[in-house]
């Protein structure tokens, strides 16, 4: 079944880092813009950062500066590099394409920011 799998989550307290990957098939990342999303609780999904398949790249004003969106297409994972961490970026990360795909989304990965 063609989806996506999220890693790399976890706790941390605030200021810390953390590196989120996601991998998938090729016909997922192909000419495609992917992009990380977050839902926190009690919110709704929203777009974090998204890279087109030539590299541009866009980031939410909540986390510019503090994350970073790369992607790897020969080994069709994109990453998310997050610094500074906050509490109000715990949530479960996921990623799709940008425009996101139903089929596609994983599972996500836990992110929870605390002392």
């Known amino acids: 079944q063609v989806r996506l799998v999220e890693s790399g989550g976890g706790l941390v307290q605030p200021g810390g880092s953390l590196r989120l990957s996601c991998a998938g098939s090729k016909i997922i990342f192909d000419f495609a813009a992917m992009a990380w999303y977050r839902e926190a609780p009690g919110k709704q999904r929203e777009l974090v950062a998204t890279i087109s398949s030539l590299g541009t790249i866009i980031y939410a004003d909540s986390v510019k500066g503090c994350f970073a969106i790369a992607r790897d297409n020969a080994k069709n994972t994109v990453y998310l590099q997050m610094n500074n961490l906050k509490p109000e970026d715990t949530a479960v990360y996921y990623c799709?394409?940008?425009?996101?795909?139903?089929?596609?989304w994983g599972q996500g990965t836990l992110v929870t920011v605390s002392s």
């Open positions: 799709n394409r940008n425009p996101p795909t139903d089929a596609y």
